[in-house]
C-alpha cells in the first residue's frame, strides 16, 4: 500500500508563512488533498491537485507538487491563530476513491 | 448544507458487547467509508463501500463488519468490542474529485 509521511508539528508566529511538506511513495496518485481538523472535530476538505499541475492557489493557500520527487506541500500565507490545527495529506490512488492518510501535522500558530 | 451524520459524539460500552455505529449522508454519494483515528497514527481505513450492499476490506478489518443497505446509509458494526478498539470512528462520503466529506466523528470507550 501508500506510504504517506508528514512532520508531526509545526509551530510558527501569526503573520508568518506556514509550510507543511509531505512525501508519498504511489506514483499512479491522480488526485492529492490536503485536510484540516480542528480539536474535536472531523476533517474538513481545504484544497486538492490534480497530478498534471504543479501549482494551485487557493486564497491564502499553495499547494506545490513535485511528482518527480512525490513530494507535496501546503503553504498558508499570513498565517492566524485560526489555522491552528492538524493538517493531513491525502493522495489518491487508482480505483473507487480510496485515499492513504498521513499521520498528519499539527501547526500551532502563536500569538 | 451538505452533511454526514455520524449518531453519537461519545460511546461508552463494555468488552464484548456488540456496538453499532451509524453513519448517514444527504448528498447522493456512491463510496462511504469508515476510518478509525489515533495519535501517531492518522486515519487507517476499515471498510468502504462504493454501493449498496457493497463493500470492501480496508486495512484494518479485523473484528469489524459493515451494512450498506441504503445508499445514505453506512453502519460500522463491533461484534464483540475490546478494548483495543477504543478511538474516534470517522465517517466520509465523497463522490470525486470533490474529496471526501467527513462527519464529526464517534468517540468510543470500550471498558
Known amino acids: 500500500g501508500e506510504d504517506v509521511e508528514q512532520s508531526l508539528f509545526l509551530s510558527v508566529r501569526e503573520g508568518d508563512s506556514s509550510v507543511i511538506n509531505c512525501t508519498y511513495t504511489d506514483s499512479s496518485s491522480t488526485y492529492l488533498y490536503w485536510y484540516k481538523q480542528e480539536p474535536g472535530a472531523g476533517l474538513q476538505l481545504l484544497t486538492y491537485i490534480f497530478s498534471n499541475m504543479d501549482m494551485k492557489q487557493d486564497q491564502r493557500l499553495t499547494v506545490l507538487l513535485n511528482k518527480k520527487d512525490k513530494h507535496l506541500s501546503l503553504r498558508i500565507a499570513d498565517t492566524q491563530t485560526g489555522d491552528s490545527a492538524i493538517y493531513f495529506c491525502?493522495?489518491?490512488?487508482?480505483?473507487?476513491?480510496?485515499?492513504?492518510f498521513g499521520t498528519g501535522t499539527k501547526l500551532q500558530v502563536i500569538p | 448544507d451538505v452533511k454526514v451524520t455520524q449518531s453519537s459524539r461519545y460511546l461508552v460500552k463494555r468488552t464484548g458487547e456488540k456496538v453499532f455505529l451509524e453513519c448517514v449522508q444527504d448528498?447522493?454519494?456512491?463510496?462511504m467509508f469508515w476510518y478509525r483515528q489515533d495519535p501517531g497514527l492518522g486515519l487507517r481505513l476499515i471498510y468502504f463501500s462504493y454501493d449498496v450492499k457493497m463493500k470492501e476490506k480496508g486495512d484494518i478489518p479485523e473484528g469489524y463488519s459493515v451494512s450498506r443497505e441504503k445508499k445514505e446509509r453506512f453502519s460500522l458494526i463491533l461484534e464483540s468490542a475490546s478494548t483495543n478498539q477504543t478511538s474516534m470512528y470517522l465517517c466520509a462520503s465523497s463522490l470525486r474529485p470533490a474529496g471526501y466529506t467527513f462527519g464529526s466523528g464517534t468517540r468510543l470507550t470500550v471498558v
Open positions: 491525502a493522495p489518491s490512488g487508482e480505483g473507487y476513491q480510496k485515499v492513504t
Open positions: 448528498m447522493d454519494h456512491e463510496n
